[in-house]
């Protein structure tokens, strides 16, 4: 198998935060616009959060979760392919921690159900210990 493979679950995460982005500046926009969200808010963004459009708040809270948990995915698949440990395995793994992750923007920014909501996000995260307690072990010659 060849191990550059791992590249394309990193590009599909990739593609999921820049599709944020531009949901994100569209309701900025929106916002703006309607004259729900004065533009000199974005200087400090000092503002009570319960004043803001829903869906401005969903696509930017969004966005920021898409810069926290993900760049441990970045980093183990960026491992993996160093240490020469992608295999299809990994690469399965990778791409359900993606698909979940797919899976949280969309509840997140539709319907917004906490509980299925929690339930992916959960479950991304335990995909992601998996795959970070599986590397660990692979580098250490233990697998």
């Known amino acids: 198998m060849n191990p550059d493979l791992i590249y394309y679950p990193c590009f ?13 500046f569209l309701t900025r926009v929106q916002g703006i616009k309607s004259g729900q969200v004065d533009f000199r808010y974005f200087k400090t963004y000092n503002h009570a959060e319960k004043d803001l459009p829903i869906l401005m708040t969903q696509a930017s809270r969004n966005f920021t ?14 491992f993996s392919l160093i ?3 992608v295999d299809g ?12 992750r ?4 969309i509840i997140h920014l539709t319907n917004n159900k906490i ?3 929690m339930a992916v996000y959960g479950l991304s995260w335990i995909v992601l210990i998996i795959m970070g307690v ?8 233990s697998l």
């Open 102 to 105: 797919y899976m949280h923007s």
């Open 89 to 100: 395995f990994f690469l399965w793994l990778a791409w359900i921690y993606v698909a979940l």
């Open 134 to 141: 599986i590397l660990a072990f692979r580098i250490a010659g």
């Open 65 to 78: 979760n898409l810069f926290e948990v993900p760049t441990l995915f970045y980093m183990v698949c960026g």
């Open 12 to 24: 599909a995460l990739l593609l999921l935060s820049a599709m944020v982005l531009v949901r994100m």
């Open 115 to 117: 509980m299925p909501r």
């Open 83 to 85: 240490t020469q440990q």
